[in-house]
């Protein structure tokens, strides 16, 4: 594949991508002390009232909607957020009816959103010569026993560059994770949507090896126009019923 030389079509004129594809939905939920003062049998109400709502979104669907939904906990990763549903549409109106479906719930009352991202799948103007990179245009979600997620954002630095050297410092960049085969990126795109210009996220069974990642990422060139890449989080994938569980 070329570089692209013209990334912002404004040389070209070429013509809007109207073509279908996936948002994705990182919702996280933080639950408040006052739950676990609820008597058992009330908490176990609760609890199975919420996941028959959560689980009703993906299972009610016909199956050309595309829904997907994966749950993951965070209880004693991180002290803001108890666990994440991590949620997959070709429609963002799906997100909303999904949240409606939980603010039914009574345990919803109890629940409020610390963190909460919006994107979009596309291809990556960068690996699309890479077979297997983990930027194609749909994706696969919860393949590892972890998820690990951050908002991601540039500098406007990186956008003055010309196309030639922001493609040498992606090639770095790609170099450099090459033997790190345990981990798959997702990378997605908030341009317009979200607060964030991307939502990072990497699957893996290995947290060890995705710390070593980061760690040698943080030596290329490219890493000199990030402006934010936090908060960061290490989520562990669970049933839904074992995520509440987790709860109280």
Not at 201 to 229: I, K, M, N, W
Request: charged share 25%.
């Amino acid at each position: 594949m070329m570089v692209d030389l013209d990334p912002s079509g404004q040389v070209t004129g070429r013509e809007a991508d109207r073509a279908n594809r996936q948002f994705l939905n990182y919702a996280f939920y933080k639950l408040a002390p006052a739950f676990r003062r609820l008597p058992q049998a009330e908490r176990d109400e609760l609890k199975a009232e919420f996941l028959a709502a959560a689980q009703g979104w993906a299972e009610d669907a016909p199956a050309e909607k595309g829904l997907i939904q994966r749950p993951y906990s965070l209880v004693g990763l991180r002290g803001d957020v108890d666990f994440m549903l991590w949620r997959i549409a070709f429609d963002v109106r799906e997100f909303q009816e999904a949240q409606a479906r939980l603010n039914r719930t009574r345990l919803m009352g109890y629940l409020t959103q610390p963190y909460h991202y919006t994107s979009m799948q596309k291809r990556s103007q960068y690996v699309n010569r890479i077979e297997g990179s983990g930027h194609g245009l749909e994706i696969l979600p919860g393949q590892g026993k972890y998820l690990f997620i951050y908002p991601f954002i540039k500098t406007r630095a990186w956008y003055d560059l010309s196309p030639h050297s922001r493609q040498g410092m992606m090639d770095e960049h790609i170099h450099a994770s090459g033997p790190f085969k345990g981990v798959r990126i997702n990378t997605s795109y908030s341009y317009g949507i979200d607060d964030q210009e991307f939502v990072v996220s990497f699957d893996s069974d290995y947290p060890q090896e995705f710390v070593d990642l980061v760690g040698r990422l943080r030596y290329t060139e490219a890493s000199l126009y990030t402006l934010r890449d936090v908060p960061m989080f290490t989520c562990v994938k669970k049933d839904l019923g074992e995520v509440l569980d987790d709860l109280a």
